[in-house]
Protein backbone atom coordinates (compact mmCIF):
# COMPACT_ATOMS: atom_id res chain seq x y z
CA UNK A 1 0.00 0.00 0.00
CA UNK A 2 2.89 2.14 0.65
CA UNK A 3 4.34 1.87 -2.10
CA UNK A 4 0.75 2.76 -4.22
CA UNK A 5 1.02 5.95 -2.45
CA UNK A 6 4.73 6.50 -2.87
CA UNK A 7 4.12 6.28 -6.77
CA UNK A 8 0.88 8.07 -6.88
CA UNK A 9 2.45 11.14 -5.02
CA UNK A 10 5.98 10.92 -6.68
CA UNK A 11 7.56 10.51 -2.96
CA UNK A 12 10.18 8.37 -2.04
CA UNK A 13 10.08 8.00 1.89
CA UNK A 14 7.94 5.82 3.33
CA UNK A 15 8.44 8.11 6.59
CA UNK A 16 6.96 11.09 3.92
CA UNK A 17 3.98 9.18 3.28
CA UNK A 18 3.41 8.67 6.73
CA UNK A 19 3.72 12.16 7.78
CA UNK A 20 1.31 12.90 4.82
CA UNK A 21 -1.19 10.45 6.44
CA UNK A 22 -0.67 11.99 9.38
CA UNK A 23 -1.63 15.59 8.15
CA UNK A 24 -4.85 14.35 6.27
CA UNK A 25 -6.07 12.95 9.48
CA UNK A 26 -5.21 15.83 11.72
CA UNK A 27 -6.40 18.36 9.28
CA UNK A 28 -10.21 16.40 8.81
CA UNK A 29 -10.20 16.41 13.23
CA UNK A 30 -8.76 20.36 13.31
CA UNK A 31 -11.49 21.52 10.42
CA UNK A 32 -14.50 19.80 11.89
CA UNK A 33 -13.55 21.94 15.60
CA UNK A 34 -13.46 24.48 13.51
CA UNK A 35 -16.43 24.45 12.54
CA UNK A 36 -17.61 23.91 15.42
CA UNK A 37 -16.41 26.80 17.12
CA UNK A 38 -17.72 28.94 14.03
CA UNK A 39 -21.38 27.71 14.50
CA UNK A 40 -20.89 28.38 17.74
CA UNK A 41 -19.57 32.17 17.24
CA UNK A 42 -22.46 32.95 14.93
CA UNK A 43 -25.32 31.09 16.58
CA UNK A 44 -26.09 27.83 14.59
CA UNK A 45 -26.86 25.16 16.79
CA UNK A 46 -29.49 21.79 16.38
CA UNK A 47 -32.14 23.91 16.17
CA UNK A 48 -31.51 25.64 12.81
CA UNK A 49 -32.91 24.76 9.63
CA UNK A 50 -30.78 22.67 7.45
CA UNK A 51 -31.19 25.00 4.53
CA UNK A 52 -29.24 27.37 6.31
CA UNK A 53 -26.96 25.07 8.00
CA UNK A 54 -25.60 23.05 5.55
CA UNK A 55 -24.72 26.16 3.02
CA UNK A 56 -22.71 27.67 6.16
CA UNK A 57 -21.05 23.71 6.69
CA UNK A 58 -19.71 23.88 3.10
CA UNK A 59 -18.79 27.73 3.39
CA UNK A 60 -16.70 27.05 6.43
CA UNK A 61 -15.29 23.71 6.45
CA UNK A 62 -13.77 23.96 2.72
CA UNK A 63 -11.83 27.12 3.49
CA UNK A 64 -10.68 26.07 6.90
CA UNK A 65 -9.18 22.65 5.79
CA UNK A 66 -7.53 24.02 2.85
CA UNK A 67 -5.57 26.48 4.90
CA UNK A 68 -5.49 24.04 7.77
CA UNK A 69 -4.03 21.09 5.51
CA UNK A 70 -1.14 23.93 4.41
CA UNK A 71 -0.57 24.87 8.21
CA UNK A 72 -0.14 21.15 9.17
CA UNK A 73 1.79 20.32 6.22
CA UNK A 74 3.96 23.18 6.98
CA UNK A 75 4.26 22.12 11.05
CA UNK A 76 5.18 18.12 9.94
CA UNK A 77 7.87 19.94 7.19
CA UNK A 78 5.42 18.48 4.28
CA UNK A 79 4.48 22.05 2.81
CA UNK A 80 5.75 21.81 -0.54
CA UNK A 81 3.75 18.10 -1.18
CA UNK A 82 0.57 20.25 0.53
CA UNK A 83 1.21 23.79 -1.58
CA UNK A 84 1.13 21.64 -5.04
CA UNK A 85 -1.13 19.12 -4.01
CA UNK A 86 -3.83 21.85 -3.41
CA UNK A 87 -2.94 23.35 -6.81
CA UNK A 88 -3.49 20.25 -8.43
CA UNK A 89 -6.81 20.17 -7.17
CA UNK A 90 -7.92 23.02 -7.69
CA UNK A 91 -6.60 22.92 -11.18
CA UNK A 92 -8.93 20.31 -11.39
CA UNK A 93 -11.73 21.96 -10.60
CA UNK A 94 -11.22 24.60 -12.70
CA UNK A 95 -10.57 23.08 -15.99
CA UNK A 96 -13.83 21.02 -14.76
CA UNK A 97 -15.69 24.54 -14.68
CA UNK A 98 -14.11 25.86 -18.04
CA UNK A 99 -15.66 22.65 -20.01
CA UNK A 100 -18.93 22.94 -18.38
CA UNK A 101 -19.02 27.03 -19.70
CA UNK A 102 -17.38 26.02 -23.02
CA UNK A 103 -20.56 23.17 -23.61
CA UNK A 104 -23.11 25.77 -22.46
Known sequence: MLEKLKQRWGIESNL????????????????????????????IDSDTSLWFKIPMYVLTIIPAYQILLLVFGFIFGQFTFFYNFQKKSFGRFIKKKEKTEKEV
Open 16 to 43: QVILILIVFSVTGSAAVYVKKIIFDLIG
